[in-house]
């Protein structure tokens, strides 16, 4: 009887420590999320019903006007603007992709002279502050006729000093046998980069991908300096545009800022199961 109430005991503390966290982590989670979730159900509200104290949770009335209202807004053409936002951020995550995975893999796997003293001057860039080298970057982009183009917010960030560092310190753990046998058996650099280490780089690629996807589409100061023309900015600006133009009218900027935001969960929970799937899948194989 003894040993069955201990071993009875022993599974008692397990299954206890195994729905801790959970215990734990849920009602932090909703916590967190309260706010978006608000903004969410407040996207279906009257203007009269989301500046009425006290406040409501869940829409009394349920409506879709709002979105049908910003939607049909000639001044708010949506999809020039997510045309815009979508092309510079796609373009930064192939280009920052391809770039960091072939630096790091060249810092991590090769020896030349230099090497070391060029990549500490790489991670030195990532301590210089924007606003140094603002003024700068932005007289380049007037030289090379790139003000005002999509282009020069593409081409400046094609090369990233904090994607180089985390591809090159993932790239230390593949074993140069592997890369050795390769060559071993007649394949080339490139053969060996894109046939070898990229399939060893899934995890690292999809969280730097969606870290770079997330910053580009986010990103305000620099595009309002460079992109003057209406048509050509991007969705944080116009949306920063409407809400001053529409401060009485919170239901409408709380819509425009869920339709702005939507695109960016939909590729944060694609690249989270795709890292969990690298991460469960990764083996040299």
């Known amino acids: 009887m003894a040993a069955l109430s201990s071993s009875y005991q022993k599974r008692s503390s397990?299954?206890?420590?195994?729905?801790?966290?959970?215990?734990?982590?849920?009602?932090?989670?909703?916590?967190?999320?309260m706010p978006f979730i608000?903004?969410?159900?407040?996207?279906?509200?009257?203007?009269?019903?989301?500046?009425?104290?006290?406040?409501?949770?869940?829409?009394?009335?349920?409506?879709?006007e709002n979105y049908r209202t910003i939607l049909t807004d000639p001044k708010l053409p949506l999809l020039t603007f997510y045309r815009n936002s979508a092309t510079i951020s796609i373009a930064n995550v192939l280009s920052t992709l391809f770039t960091s995975s072939l630096f790091g893999y060249i810092f991590a796997k090769f020896s030349f002279p230099g090497r070391r003293a060029l990549f500490w001057?790489?991670?030195?860039?990532?301590?210089?502050?924007?606003?140094?080298?603002?003024?700068?970057?932005?007289?380049?982009?007037?030289?090379?006729?790139?003000?005002?183009?999509?282009?020069?917010?593409?081409?400046?960030?094609?090369?990233?000093?904090?994607g180089i560092f985390l591809i090159r310190q993932?790239?230390?753990?593949?074993?140069?046998?592997?890369?050795?046998?390769?060559?071993?058996?007649?394949?080339?650099?490139?053969?060996?980069?894109?046939?070898?280490?990229?399939?060893?780089?899934?995890?690292?690629?999809?969280t730097l991908g969606m870290l770079t996807f997330m910053f580009n589409w986010n990103a305000y100061l620099w595009p309002l300096i460079?992109?003057?023309?209406?048509?050509?900015?991007?969705?944080?600006?116009?949306?920063?545009?409407y809400s001053t133009q529409h401060s009485n009218q919170l239901h409408l900027t709380m819509t425009a800022s869920v339709l702005v935001v939507l695109p960016v969960l939909v590729v944060?929970?694609?690249?989270?199961?795709?890292?969990?799937?690298g991460i469960t899948l990764t083996g040299i194989k």
């Open 268 to 277: 944060f929970l694609i690249a989270q199961r795709w890292i969990i799937r």
């Open 38 to 64: 608000w903004m969410i159900l407040a996207t279906f509200k009257t203007g009269a019903e989301v500046r009425q104290i006290p406040p409501t949770f869940l829409p009394a009335a349920p409506t879709f």
């Open 226 to 241: 460079v992109l003057t023309e209406q048509n050509k900015r991007t969705l944080p600006i116009i949306l920063n545009w």
């Open 121 to 162: 001057f790489i991670l030195a860039t990532m301590m210089v502050p924007f606003q140094v080298t603002m003024i700068p970057g932005y007289l380049i982009l007037v030289k090379l006729g790139l003000l005002n183009s999509l282009w020069g917010l593409i081409l400046p960030s094609a090369i990233d000093a904090f």
């Open 170 to 206: 993932f790239c230390l753990s593949i074993p140069n046998d592997f890369l050795d046998a390769a060559r071993i058996d007649g394949a080339s650099e490139w053969r060996i980069y894109r046939s070898i280490v990229l399939p060893q780089l899934g995890p690292a690629l999809a």
């Open 14 to 33: 397990v299954q206890w420590q195994r729905w801790l966290p959970y215990l734990i982590l849920i009602p932090a989670s909703l916590v967190a999320m």
